[in-house]
C-alpha cells in the first residue's frame, strides 16, 4: 500500500526567508511524486512532479523540491517566500505506474509580510 | 480555456434528500476521479472512472454513486445524505487511457456540502 505524510500542520515563515515544507512517502514500486497547491476557495494547482531522471525538479512559481530515495522524500522548497505563497500544500505519491493518487493530509503555509 | 466544473459551488440539505453534485471537463480526458477533503484527512478518493461505462471505487466509496455516460460527465450522486457526508468535493480529471503514473490531475474548483 502506498501513503503520504506531511509531518508538519502548519509552517509559517517571514517574507524573503526560505520555505520548506516536508514530505515522506512510503511505497512498493518506483514512487511518482506529486506537489499541488491550494489557494483559499480554489481547487488544487499542480506544482511540479518526479517521475524520473534529476533529483532535483524546477516547478512553477520558483517552487522546486528534492527526491531523496534513502530517505524517502520529497520536500517543497523556495528560496524566498512570498506573501502570496500562503496556501494549503499537498504532497501525493502514485505507485509505479498505477493511476491511484494517494494524498497527504497537506500543510499550511502562512508567509508574513 | 481548459477546465473542469462542478455545480453546486454550496450546497446544504438535510439528511435523506437525494442530491446530485455535477462534473464536467472540456479536455477530452478519459480519466476522471472523485475526492472528498477533510481536516486533516488531506483528499480521499471516493470514485474513479478509467473510461466511459468504467468506474470503479476508490478509498470511500460507501454512500456515494458514480456514472459515466459521457466522456465529459461524471455526477457524483448521494442517495440519501448523512451528516458525515458533509465535506469539499473535488472532482479532477486526467489525460491518456494508458497506465501512466506521469498524469497530472486538472481540479474542480470544488464544491462544499453541508448535510444537516
Known amino acids: 500500500a502506498q501513503s503520504v505524510a506531511q509531518p508538519e500542520d502548519q509552517v509559517n515563515v517571514a517574507e524573503g526567508n526560505p520555505l520548506t515544507v516536508k514530505c515522506t512517502y512510503s511505497v512498493s514500486g518506483n514512487p511518482y511524486l506529486f506537489w499541488y497547491v491550494q489557494y483559499p476557495n480554489r481547487g488544487l494547482q499542480f506544482l511540479l512532479k518526479?517521475?524520473?531522471?534529476?533529483?532535483l525538479v524546477k516547478g512553477s512559481y520558483g517552487f522546486e523540491a528534492e527526491f531523496n530515495k534513502s530517505q524517502t522524500s520529497f520536500h517543497l522548497k523556495k528560496p524566498s517566500a512570498l506573501v502570496s505563497d500562503s496556501a494549503l500544500y499537498f504532497c501525493?505519491?502514485?505507485?509505479?505506474?498505477?493511476?491511484?493518487?494517494?494524498f497527504g493530509a497537506g500543510t499550511t503555509v502562512t508567509v508574513r509580510a | 480555456e481548459a477546465q473542469v466544473t462542478q455545480n453546486p459551488r454550496y450546497l446544504i440539505t438535510v439528511t435523506g434528500k437525494k442530491l446530485t453534485v455535477t462534473c464536467s471537463q472540456n479536455m477530452n480526458h478519459e480519466y476522471m476521479s472523485w475526492y472528498r477533503q477533510d481536516p486533516g484527512l488531506g483528499l480521499r478518493q471516493i470514485y474513479y472512472?478509467?473510461?466511459?461505462?468504467?468506474?470503479d471505487k476508490g478509498d470511500v466509496p460507501e454512500g456515494y454513486k458514480v456514472s459515466r455516460k459521457e466522456k465529459r460527465n461524471f455526477p457524483l450522486i448521494l442517495e440519501s445524505p448523512s451528516p458525515n457526508q458533509t465535506s469539499l468535493y473535488f472532482c479532477a480529471s486526467s489525460k491518456s487511457r494508458a497506465r501512466s503514473g506521469a498524469n497530472v490531475l486538472t481540479f474542480g474548483a470544488g464544491s462544499r456540502l453541508t448535510v444537516l
Open positions: 472512472s478509467m473510461n466511459v461505462e468504467v468506474t
Open positions: 518526479y517521475i524520473t531522471g534529476d533529483n
Open positions: 501525493a505519491v502514485r505507485d509505479g505506474g498505477d493511476y491511484k493518487l494517494s
